[in-house]
């Protein structure tokens, strides 16, 4: 059965950073695409960034220069590295296990964990 398990969020004031971590069980990251999903209340899922099976890595605009993506195969792990954190940031953040084509357009497979949820306010 696979399961990702994320952690890591919380509340931080605008400007702050939090790092999220999602580990993979069931399933081995080594090989595949990587990615991270968010979702504001009242609107749709979105994908925020992703990382290829060689490392190449895709950004959303609005949080370009901004967050980072890594990931560590031998522990099953993918990081988001968040810093200069807004408002228009928060949201439950999700891992994702997918495939990607020549362009970097990343395709995630049907398996989601529960989120972390990441709350930017004073």
């Known amino acids: 059965q696979v399961q990702l398990a994320e952690s890591g969020g919380g509340l931080v004031q605008p400007g702050g950073s939090l790092r999220l971590s999602c580990v993979g069980s069931?399933?081995?990251?080594?090989?595949?695409?990587l990615a991270w999903y968010r979702q504001a209340p009242g609107k749709q899922r979105e994908l925020v960034t992703s990382?290829?099976?060689?490392?190449?890595?895709k950004y959303t605009t609005a949080v370009m220069g901004r967050f980072t993506i890594t990931r560590d195969n031998a522990k099953n792990t993918v990081y988001l590295q968040m810093n200069s954190l807004q408002p228009e940031d928060t949201a439950v953040y999700y891992c994702?296990?997918?495939?990607?084509?020549?362009?970097?357009?990343?395709?995630?497979?049907?398996?989601w964990g529960q989120g972390t949820q990441v709350t930017v306010s004073t």
């Open positions: 994702s296990v997918g495939t990607t084509d020549s362009n970097i357009n990343y395709y995630p497979a049907d398996y």
């Open positions: 990382i290829t099976r060689g490392g190449s890595t």
């Open positions: 069931g399933i081995t990251f080594t090989g595949r695409a």
